[in-house]
């Protein structure tokens, strides 16, 4: 078996995570959380929609964790990236982090906005 280095350009992956956290790139972020190449920022949650628009000049997808559980994302919210230029996926937390950095690890232009479990 050959085993390779995974190496990440602009940003940084989720180390993990845990009630009310994340560990991105070694430091810990406690509450709601934004991570992509314009780096890694505490974020209000889904209602604060500004930050999030912001990435439509460094990223084509946004994967957005929901905590612990899927959820449908508000009324508007993934039409008002879609019109920003930024696909949206909505998921679980921990999957959310899972398919972050293994996009991230193949130089995909993504970002992750994540709700603690």
């Not at 009630?19 to 209000?44: A, D, H, L, N, Q």
């Not at 946004?62 to 998921?91: K, N, S």
Request: glycine residues 14%; proline residues 7%.
């Amino acid at each position: 078996m050959r085993l390779n280095e995974i190496v990440y350009n602009d940003a940084t992956p989720v180390d993990g995570y845990g009630p009310g956290f994340f560990r991105i790139g070694g430091e810990m972020v406690e509450g709601p959380v934004i991570t992509g190449p314009t780096g890694t920022f505490s974020w209000k949650g889904l209602s604060e929609t500004g930050p999030l628009k912001d990435l439509a000049a460094y990223i084509d997808v946004l994967f957005v964790g929901t905590g612990a559980d899927v959820a449908h994302l508000p009324d508007g919210l993934a039409e008002e990236l879609q019109e920003a230029g930024i696909g949206v996926e909505a998921m679980s937390s921990p999957a959310a982090c899972r398919t972050y950095n293994v996009l991230l690890s193949e130089g995909r232009r993504i970002a992750l906005a994540l709700i603690p479990v």
